[in-house]
């Protein structure tokens, strides 16, 4: 299994991304899905997450700015993050699980490369 993300970039702030994570080797449709970021010298956390069925929980510093969705015909798990802040610069990735893991990452058994996400003030 491999999980290709892409969407990442520069934006300033306040404005909009979507990050894609495409997977390939198997079908992910009842695995649940969730996005990760890491930023220079800080640990990796938890952005958000989605299980097989749709039900989503988010980080408290992303709630109701980023949505994560999954269209499970394209294998494939998005996050639209809108009125980025400088502070959600990062690496973003993402990760399945057999389970609906929210936050555990090490309940994430299959993770993809990053993408870079650079949000200028």
């Known amino acids: 299994v491999q999980l290709q993300a892409s969407g990442g970039g520069l934006v300033q702030a306040g404005g909009s991304l979507r990050l894609s994570c495409a997977a390939s080797?198997?079908?992910?449709?009842?695995?649940?899905k969730g996005w990760f970021r890491q930023a220079p010298g800080k640990e990796r956390e938890f952005v958000a997450a989605?299980?097989?069925?749709?039900?989503?929980v988010y980080a408290d510093s992303v709630k109701g700015r980023f949505t994560i969705s999954r269209d499970n015909a394209k294998n494939t798990v998005y996050l639209q993050m809108n009125s980025l802040k400088p502070e959600d610069t990062a690496g973003y990735y993402c990760a399945a699980s057999t389970g609906f893991s929210g936050s555990d990452q090490s309940r994430y058994g299959y993770w993809g490369q990053g993408t870079l996400v650079t949000v200028s003030s």
């Open positions: 080797g198997r079908s992910l449709n009842y695995f649940s």
């Open positions: 989605i299980g097989w069925s749709g039900g989503s």
